[in-house]
């Protein structure tokens, strides 16, 4: 159980080996699909560039959707450790804010209402619905003495309803506007050109920034704010830095590949079985383990039903639920 803090040295083991993971998952992204290549090919195709067929399919198709894969993986798994620690809560995720809800609100408007039809366009909306829907969360979660995390959980789960419905009604009306949005609604990694990540990509590294630094202060916080501000924290301060934080990642990760759930949720929880409740250790683990879920999740995808394709937010719902069911129901869930 997380009570029992493993010994360093089998906490860097584990990161270790699950960096080894990784990178296997790397390598069988860029492999593995409607036709398979060697890595050899794969290889050739990034050193000696050609015209074949092959090499197309490799530099424009599997590897800018294996680099995605592994952005948004890393987004959405620190995010998720980091609602987390700030609701203590450890089936909390960034649907319970209202971050997906607020981004796939704000792109139907923009198909439906503002005719936007481009990826690279509605992406920046969706950015904006998270940001604004957390703004609103974070103040209805307010209080006297500041945010209650059960009181942001409950304005959270609201709003999203509230919005979820919203974008219904908008669908229904316009079902045509809304075919091409189908793909993203679904939670994708497929058909995502880099050009949509290096826009985000500097967001992203402000929000790992702004999560290393309220490790610290997270770790206090686990013991209650009165020890917390006991030791020091300024409490305010650190949940504002941790929702900016939520923001940017969930925000990122939602905009370029649509919701994806279960990852945020899932993974830090299965970080915080090996490493015990050290904030540091389970966003390291994060980083790591959520980009391996879902390019596992999205190889899976590719092969289930070749040589269709099944999106990637799908797989882990159906690989997340049975899971999560499994860790709810063990006796010793691990707390926060």
């Given at each position: ?103 796939s609100f704000a792109v139907t408007v923009a198909v439906g ?130 929702v900016a934080a939520i923001t940017l990642l969930a925000g ?85």
């Amino acid at each position: 159980g997380a009570a029992t803090a493993p010994e360093p040295s089998r906490r860097m083991l584990g990161l270790l080996a699950a960096v080894a993971a990784l990178l296997v998952l790397l390598v069988l992204s860029v492999t593995v699909g409607g036709t398979t290549m060697s890595p050899a090919a794969v290889w050739d195709a990034l050193v000696n560039p050609s015209d074949g067929f092959d090499q197309f399919a490799i530099r424009d198709f599997r590897l800018p959707r294996t680099i995605v894969g592994l952005v948004v993986g890393a987004a959405l798994g620190v995010s998720g450790a980091l609602i987390q620690a700030l609701t203590r809560n450890p089936l909390a995720d960034t649907g319970i804010l209202g971050v997906g809800a607020g981004s796939s609100f704000a792109v139907t408007v923009a198909v439906g209402v503002l005719g936007v039809r481009d990826i690279s366009g509605y992406m920046w909306f969706a950015y904006a619905g998270a940001l604004v829907v957390t703004v609103m969360v974070l103040a209805l979660g307010s209080t006297r003495r500041g945010q209650s995390p059960v009181l942001m959980v409950l304005a959270g789960v609201c709003v999203s309803a509230v919005l979820t419905g919203a974008s219904s009604a908008l669908t229904l009306t316009n079902p045509e506007a809304f075919d091409q949005m189908r793909g993203w609604s679904a939670g994708s990694i497929m058909g995502r050109p880099l050009e949509l990540i290096w826009p985000v990509l500097p967001l992203l590294v402000v929000a790992l920034v702004l999560a290393l630094s309220v490790t610290a202060s997270l770790n206090a916080m686990a013991l209650g704010d009165d020890v917390a501000a006991a030791q020091g924290v300024r409490l305010g301060l650190s949940r504002v830095l941790t929702v900016a934080a939520i923001t940017l990642l969930a925000g990122g990760a939602t905009a370029i590949a649509g919701p994806i759930g279960f990852v945020g949720l899932m993974v830090p929880h299965v970080a915080r079985w090996f490493v015990g409740p050290h904030q540091g250790w389970i966003f390291a683990y994060s980083i790591v383990l959520a980009p391996s879920l879902l390019l596992a999740s999205d190889i899976l995808g590719r092969v289930v039903i070749a040589p269709g394709e099944i999106p990637v937010g799908i797989v882990t719902a159906f690989v997340g639920a049975p899971v999560l069911i499994g860790l709810v129901r063990r006796k010793k869930a691990s707390g926060l």
